[in-house]
């Protein structure tokens, strides 16, 4: 895993609540059981923690965290 | 230092019919769990019948004059989206209920912010207009415009209101009200709406005309919006009076939701622990809100002399608002008390 997917799961697994082995393991936001508040949730996050503009559907309930890591760096954040 | 209206009384009522979550799950597929880990509401309260919007009103406004030591006021202003009627305003009755006819009065609707709006336009009639002394109510009884079917809304929302009193003052005093931020975006109208009932809908070529006559929200983009905006509107106050969110002792926001309210910290690097919190007891009161949970945070202790205090919301329109001020020293009752209880009939 990249640095960035590690901060990514630690982020998750705090502001969300899931378990952060189940988000290493790849599985998606659907299987994780989250609503979709708490996908908006977690765009809010990044926003703050990254300091980037994230619209409300580019992170998607079929998303892993590998997915979004990609989609941050688009946006220029370091992996 | 300048002129500036400055608060010196408050008061917040809420009827004294609770309705639990457990209340809600005999009757809605959901339960306590559900409820709590979406919204961080335990409870709310609820009108019986007999009661309106004014009746509320006139208890907060009640309140906040005995806060500020006053029987007199030289306007009233009332935020509400559930007006008792929707003609006329239900200002003026609340004014005549609280011994005050003759008095100024109307309403102010900007939803769930319409109590930052109602204070912006309470501080320019002492600022602008040379008024000595305004009582300025947020109050709203959500539980009439719900659809007793909506297990999403009726979680959310309970009735309530608060009020402050305002008089002429200077920027330098506590209380003193020292900036604003007010916005609004109408394209976002549909996302919080009521569609059935007004203009429009009386207007409708269709028959019969397919307009909701129950509150609906549209939670996705809400939370997304609300966040992003309270977040905004904050931060522009701050700058405004020069404070920034390390100099602030509270934030009173909009308790809209408490998953909102933590995005909002989280947004602005403020800590939990100064984002007063009362939706766990009252919901999501509407228009009562902002000045339900000031008067709450005062009442119970949360809010001394001196304090820097941001107050903000987000609401339908799209409407928001926020206003800075420093705490003064006041005597604020509990909220939950429920004497004096004044109803539409018994004090007609």
């Known amino acids: ?79 | 230092m300048s002129q500036a209206a400055v608060v010196c009384g408050a008061g917040g009522w809420v009827p004294p019919t609770t309705v639990t979550n457990e209340d809600l799950a005999h009757g809605l597929d959901t339960s306590d769990e559900w409820i709590r880990t979406r919204t961080g509401i335990g409870e709310r309260r609820v009108i019986d019948p007999g009661m309106a919007t004014s009746t509320l009103a006139v208890n907060a406004g009640r309140r906040a004059l005995d806060s500020a030591g006053r029987d007199a006021v030289d306007a009233v202003i009332v935020a509400t989206a559930t007006p008792d009627r929707s003609c006329p305003a239900t200002a003026p009755l609340v004014a005549s209920q609280l011994g005050l006819s003759g008095t100024a009065a109307f309403d102010v609707s900007a939803v769930c912010s319409g109590f930052l709006y109602a204070l912006s336009v309470g501080a320019g009639l002492i600022t602008g207009n040379g008024l000595g002394t305004v009582l300025v109510i947020g109050a709203d009884t959500f539980s009439t415009i719900l659809d007793p079917h909506c297990r999403s809304t009726r979680a959310i929302f309970g009735d309530g209101a608060g009020a402050v009193v305002l008089r002429a003052g200077h920027s330098g005093e506590p209380g003193a009200l020292l900036g604003f931020d007010l916005g609004s975006d109408g394209t976002g109208m549909e996302l919080i709406t009521v569609a059935g009932g007004g203009s429009e809908h009386r207007s409708a070529t269709t028959d019969p005309p397919a307009m909701s006559p129950y509150f609906t929200m549209d939670g996705k983009p809400v939370f997304s919006r609300a966040v992003r905006q309270l977040a905004a509107s904050a931060d522009t106050v701050l700058s405004a009076v020069g404070w920034t969110t390390a100099d602030l002792d509270l934030l009173v926001a909009h308790q809209a939701n408490l998953r909102i309210l933590r995005a909002c910290a989280d947004r602005l690097n403020l800590p939990e622990s100064s984002v007063f919190v009362d939706l766990d007891r009252f919901g999501n009161t509407a228009g009562g809100s902002v000045p339900l949970a000031l008067a709450d945070a005062a009442a119970r202790g949360d809010l001394t002399e001196g304090d820097h205090v941001l107050l903000s919301a987000f609401g339908g329109g799209l409407t928001w608002g926020s206003a800075a001020l420093r705490w003064p020293a006041l005597d604020v009752e509990a909220c939950t008390s429920s004497d004096p209880l004044r109803t539409v009939a018994s004090s007609a």
């Not at chain 1, 996908?39 to 998607?60: R, S, Y």
Request: aromatic share 6%; proline share 1%.
């Open chain 1, 1 to 79: 895993m990249t640095k960035l997917q590690n901060t990514l799961c630690e982020l998750a697994s705090t502001n969300l609540q899931v378990d952060q082995e189940a988000i290493a393991e790849g599985r998606t936001f659907e299987q994780l059981d989250l609503d979709s508040l708490e996908l908006i949730e977690f765009v809010v996050v990044l926003e703050n923690q990254f300091a980037v503009k994230v619209a409300d559907d580019e992170i998607t309930p079929d998303f892993t965290v590998t997915d979004v890591a990609k989609l941050l760096e688009t946006k220029g954040v370091a992996s």
